[in-house]
């Protein structure tokens, strides 16, 4: 049974890598551009399934995180800083903020920090929006200059894609190496049964501050991405509505799953591209699958697909337990 | 100069006492059932819309319209909302019913805007728009009606939640279901009279709100906001705290807008809300919880 | 001064209902002490109490003389005290080696080498030595969600002494396994008594296996100890009795 999934999921993934690699020959600088931000949101997503999936708790601060992350890249490389130190600085910038807001707020039971990130993504977007001395204001940072690998310059719309695809792969990878080392399994405990993981001396709150941070730092580094690929920087896509955005595409594609964030990526980069004529039902139609989803197979998509490929579930005769409350 | 600060006093319990309404139902569906709205304000922005459908598509007088909009507000989104859409969630945890309620938010402020429009429509107030005198200092009218018809409807839940048989049912179910039940309480009716409870109240906040802020679709988004940080500095497991929060948050509000700055008006209540999880996260008036993680 | 655990007037209500009225008592190093009494006596909430899932409302906890009263379960859990729940707690989704290298991980190295470190923080082996002890190496890989209960419960057993605990606070250890499982348990749980020297606080309900185990017993009824001493003592006491029979 588990190997029929493997297989199943291998061969998944072979064709979608296969059609990611040649999918600049197949569409026009348009498509490529959607692909691009495709891979960027990705990341952001990658970022909060981490705090949502395997930590289990609601953020509405990813927009935020991925504003900060473009904010900066914007301003140092418009002053003439190189991509690198500008993205790195993004991406700590975003953990440390991400850690020192949890602190507090995770320190309490319930989804006190839903509140505090809803707080903070709304104080955020303020200062974007009225500190025009440092962001421009409504005006905003235009001409953000694409970065170069080594005098390469990525100006070209195959060459930032291919670009964004490698950092995809590069967190992804970050990503699978963090799942498989003993802070994953601290996660699928903590996630399960918070009580029991505590009882054997698994400190859930440290470890669901690091989620948290970690998740807010590739947020960061989603926007030091985007920056470059939009090269126009204002407030507006960093408002709240990114924010659920980015966690109805995490859940949607399954949180807690490793492809989650891929597939809800899809669903909310790409699908709305294609159904482009039905603009204003589009969002009604996605709130409306999450709502439905929710009812019936929280788990997501991939939760779906995963139950369709095992048959009846095997009974577990686990305890009721305290659900990540 | 006192005139104008006790102005902005009164004026700022009017809007408190109608973040106090959402701030409650918001409360007690927590209480009663762990069930966290995150789609609050939509249901505050919701029932002006119903009474807007009911004059314009039926030509109901506004008084009429008034009663079916509350009606249908309860029949939904208390009754809906719980049947179809809290009770086959409930067994699956907290997490779920969290994010079912971000999708309905979406889901009703897209549904507005897309049948009804994204243009702010004006909505007709309880009471003439005219200022009466006290002390030399000059009161908006509609500002203490607001004000009265929030005390009254939270003095008459107070009476029911303490006086009367069901009402103490209600609070046994909100204290500790378990021991409620087996008390021989209808716990699962008591639930269900929240629900239908926090639609009234809601219905009656929009009915107060939507004449100073006009009907949009967008409304919720920041009566929402309001209604989750006045219930959490009050204190989450109290209804006092949500009143004593939703006040609080009003005049602050008020201040902040006319003597720091319109721009960031939200600053003061965020940064408070920070305060408050920071120093005393059981709220200002809630109890310390029971740690149970 | 050899006890291990000391519970000082320690008291525990919820609103009106005193669950834990008063309860003091001394856990000696090495000893098996049984806690016994009728249902709604207070017995998991005591434990609750001594392990920091509840806040008590009052008296005090000490571990080897030193203060831990309300202290976090993941802090006290690093001091050396582990439990088992009355309600079966493995984690279904991991394996069962994972289960007990997730019990054993955070005693050892600190959060950057579990981050950077080898996949099973280097504790596979040890593991599997506590597989073969429980007598489970041969379902290691398998999803613990895919054990018979009586399985679980071996291995949530398995899981508590994994990091070689000072003390150790079952509850109910034997709820639901069946006859033939239960001496095997027994067994294992006397044999690393003898060899790590741990001390265990034993909740149970099955009379002949608490009677077994343990060399002293302590009987709760309706939050507070009425009875104390071994098993032929305690089994004869008319209070007791009366406790179990009465009412």
Redesign the interface.
């Known amino acids: 049974m588990r190997r029929r999934k493997t297989v199943v999921a291998g061969m998944a993934l072979a064709l979608s890598a296969a059609f990611l690699l040649v999918a600049p020959f197949l569409f026009k600088p348009y498509g490529i551009f959607i692909l691009s931000t495709w891979a960027v949101m990705t990341i952001a997503a990658i970022g909060l399934n981490l705090t949502l999936g395997y930590a ?1 708790q ?1 953020s509405l601060a990813q927009a935020a995180f991925v504003g900060i992350g473009a904010y900066i890249t914007a301003l140092l490389t418009t002053k003439g800083w190189p991509f690198w130190p500008a993205c790195a600085l993004a991406g700590v910038a975003c953990f440390v903020t991400g850690w020192a807001l949890g602190y ?2 995770l ?6 920090l ?3 990130t ?3 993504n ?2 955020v977007y ?1 200062v974007f ?2 500190e025009e001395w440092l962001t421009g204001g409504i005006y905003g940072i235009s001409n953000v200059p694409r970065p170069s690998l080594a005098g390469w310059s990525m100006n070209g719309a195959h060459a930032f894609y291919y670009f964004c695809l490698a950092a995809l792969a590069l967190v992804s990878l970050a990503t699978w190496c ?1 799942i ?4 994953g ?2 996660f ?2 903590l996630r ?13 709150r ?1 470890y669901t501050l ?1 989620a948290f941070a970690l998740g807010a730092g590739l947020g960061g580094i989603s926007g030091a991405l985007y920056a470059p690929l939009v090269q126009f920087i204002d407030p507006t896509p960093f408002a ?1 509505g990114l924010s ?1 955005n980015l ?2 595409m995490v ?1 949607v594609g399954g949180s807690g799953y490793f492809f989650g964030p891929f597939l809800g990526a899809i669903v909310a980069v790409l699908l709305p591209e294609w159904l482009r004529f039905a603009q ?2 589009y ?2 139609g ?3 699958l ?2 439905v989803l ?2 019936f197979c ?1 788990t997501g998509l991939l939760g779906l697909a995963d139950r369709l490929v095992t048959p009846a579930a ?1 009974a ?10 | 100069m006192l005139a104008d600060i006790l102005q902005l006093f009164v004026a700022g319990l009017a809007t408190g006492g109608i973040y106090a309404l959402a701030a409650i139902g918001f409360t007690l569906l927590w209480q009663t059932s762990q069930t966290i709205n995150f789609a609050q304000g939509e249901f505050v922005m919701l029932p002006a819309f119903f009474v807007l459908i009911g004059m314009g598509f039926f030509g109901l007088p506004f008084w009429a319209a008034v009663l079916v909009g509350v009606a249908v507000s309860i029949l939904t989104l208390g009754l809906m909302f719980k049947k179809l859409m809290v009770d086959p969630m409930l067994h699956h945890g907290v997490l779920p019913l969290v994010i079912a309620t971000i999708g309905l938010a979406i889901l009703m402020k897209e549904t507005v805007r897309e049948f009804y429009g994204a243009d702010a429509w004006p909505f007709p107030p309880l009471a003439a728009a005219t200022n009466v005198t006290v002390f030399g200092a000059a009161f908006a009218v509609q500002s203490l009606v607001v004000l009265g018809i929030s005390i009254a409807a939270v003095a008459a839940l107070q009476l029911f939640l303490n006086k009367t048989r069901t009402g103490r049912c209600m609070q046994a179910t909100a204290q500790n279901p378990t021991v409620a039940r087996l008390l021989g309480v209808p716990v699962e009716r008591m639930i269900l009279y929240t629900f239908l409870i926090n639609a009234a109240l809601v219905a009656l906040a929009s009915l107060l709100i939507t004449p100073i802020y006009l009907a949009k679709f967008t409304n919720g988004e920041l009566l929402g906001l309001y209604a989750f940080i006045a219930a959490i500095i009050g204190g989450f497991n109290q209804v006092r705290g949500a009143i004593v929060g939703g006040l609080l948050l009003g005049v602050l509000d008020n201040f902040t807008a006319v003597y720091i700055s319109t721009q960031y008006r939200l600053v003061v209540p965020l940064l408070f809300l920070i305060v408050i999880i920071l120093f005393r996260p059981q709220g200002l008036l809630g109890r310390v919880e029971e740690r149970t993680v | 001064m050899s006890a291990v655990l000391e519970v000082r007037d320690l008291r525990k209500s919820f609103g009106g209902i005193v669950a834990v009225d008063g309860v003091s008592f001394d856990v000696n190093q090495g000893e098996i002490l049984g806690i016994i009494g009728p249902n709604g006596s207070g017995k998991s909430t005591l434990f609750n109490c001594i392990l920091g899932q509840l806040r008590p409302s009052a008296g005090r906890v000490h571990l080897d003389g030193r203060a831990v009263t309300g202290m976090r379960p993941c802090d006290l859990n690093r001091l050396g005290v582990s439990r088992t729940f009355q309600l079966l707690q493995v984690f279904p989704q991991l394996s069962v080696r994972d289960n007990l290298i997730l019990a054993g991980q955070e005693h050892r190295g600190s959060m950057l080498s579990r981050l950077v470190g080898p996949r099973d923080a280097g504790l596979a082996p040890a593991a599997d030595k506590m597989l073969a002890f429980f007598r489970l190496d041969h379902l290691a890989d398998e999803l613990a969600g895919g054990l018979s209960y009586g399985q679980q419960k071996l291995l949530d057993a398995a899981m508590a002494f994994m990091a070689g605990p000072r003390l150790a606070l079952l509850d109910e250890p034997a709820g639901g396994v069946n006859p033939t499982m239960l001496t095997s348990l027994r067994d294992r749980l006397k044999a690393i008594n003898a060899e790590q020297g741990a001390t265990f606080v034993v909740i149970e309900h099955n009379m002949d296996f608490v009677m077994a185990l343990c060399s002293r017993i302590l009987v709760l009824a309706e939050g507070r100890i009425i009875a104390e001493g071994d098993p032929a003592h305690v089994r004869s006491d008319a209070k007791v009795i009366e406790a179990y029979l009465g009412h």
């Open positions: 289990g609601v507090p707020a320190r309490l039971q319930h989804h006190y839903a509140f505090v809803l707080a903070f709304t104080l303020l929006r009225n963090l498989r080392s003993p802070w399994r601290a699928v405990a399960e049964n918070p009580m029991r993981a505590l009882s054997l001396g698994v400190d859930t440290r690091m709240l659920l966690l109805l859940v204003g039902y969002l009604m996605y709130a409306m999450v709502i929710m009812v929280p095997k577990v005769p686990a305890a009721a337990r305290e659900v990540a409350a």
